[in-house]
């Protein structure tokens, strides 16, 4: 009896085993798809810049294929036409400009330099603190990005659609990769709803009935219209709301980016100004006066936005009166 309940005892602890092993191979696999979801956002990657550019190409196809052909045998102004063609090639251009530039990289070559740039405000920003992974003192508006794994100078955030950090030397060209995406966006809708509008005025349908299940007479409404485009151009009313909630997203990213250009801050200094608690005190300032961050930065709005295009080589010190 006893050797029979060893026997069970030994079988037990091997089957306890091999579900232990099972179940640390089923997290171990669990955390290895994890990572490679998530492995486009932790890593550069050429992932999202394709997805942009097959977008891009899609609604460009769609807007060449039917919208241009049918807008010109309606005899459509041939500049309004190109309009968006020539928005997408500036669009473009800044696209290749702010995915290939250097941000601002911060090395120790030149780390000692771009110390002197900007002054440290004390509170986002101290003196003497040393990126650890980088082994540089840090400039003030400089953050590490963990996605390029380098100190970036005016750090703003890491984008990836253009796969590449958002710093002091790119900054310009990224803020003309938005107005010129969002006017692209503006300008495919625009000529499209144009389109479907004049579609509408020349069948007159506004002005029609129609007959329900029951054979009575009603005066058409804007889903019966809406139905009768989507049924008509099925391809070019799915562009056009694409389009739209496009120019809308964009749109209001856009405003944002350029309130950021207009006050001089960034991204990332917006965010911490904003997070709850508030910043940690200098060890020199007793505990019970809180620090409040102000935006030494802003220099008006023109000096502002000059900065975005021209950053400072050298820390602008106020003239001694």
């Known amino acids: 009896v006893s050797k029979i309940i060893f026997l069970c005892f030994q079988s037990s602890k091997c089957l306890l085993a091999e579900c232990f092993v099972a179940y640390c191979c089923g997290i171990f696999c669990q955390q290895q798809v994890i990572i490679r979801l998530l492995s486009p956002f932790l890593c550069r990657s050429c992932l999202f810049m394709v997805l942009h550019v097959a977008l891009q190409a899609a609604v460009f196809g769609e807007y060449t294929w039917e919208v241009f052909v049918y807008c010109w045998e309606l005899q459509f102004h041939l500049l309004l036409l190109l309009l968006p063609y020539l928005l997408l090639a500036g669009n473009l251009g800044c696209f290749l400009l702010c995915s290939r530039a250097n941000p601002g990289t911060v090395t120790k070559s030149n780390a000692a330099a771009l110390v002197q740039v900007y002054a440290y405000d004390g509170v986002l920003f101290q003196r003497g603190l040393v990126c650890p992974t980088c082994t540089v003192e840090k400039p003030a508006r400089s953050k590490h990005c963990s996605v390029c794994r380098t100190c970036v100078h005016r750090f703003d955030h ?6 590449n950090c958002i710093g002091a030397s790119n900054a310009g060209v990224f803020l003309l990769y938005l107005l010129s995406l969002t006017a692209t966006a503006g300008a495919l809708a625009a000529v499209t709803a144009a389109f479907l509008i004049h579609v509408l005025l020349l069948s007159d349908i506004m002005h029609s009935t129609y007959l ?3 054979g009575q007479e009603h005066p058409v409404e804007i889903p019966f219209v809406i139905q009768h485009l989507f049924l008509t151009f099925p391809r070019i009313v799915f562009m056009l709301g694409f389009v739209i909630l496009l ?7 856009c405003s944002f980016s350029l309130y950021l250009a207009l006050t001089n801050q960034t991204t990332n200094e917006w965010c911490k100004s904003r997070r709850s608690g508030g910043s940690p005190h200098l060890p020199s300032q007793p505990q019970d006066r809180p620090l409040v961050y102000k ?3 802003s220099k008006g709005i023109w000096r502002n936005l000059k900065e975005i295009f021209n950053p400072p080589a050298v820390l602008e010190r106020k003239k001694k009166t």
């Open 158 to 163: 890491h984008c990836v659609w253009v796969n």
């Open 212 to 214: 329900d299940a029951q």
């Open 247 to 253: 120019t809308l997203v964009l749109g209001g990213y």
């Open 295 to 297: 935006n030494i930065y």
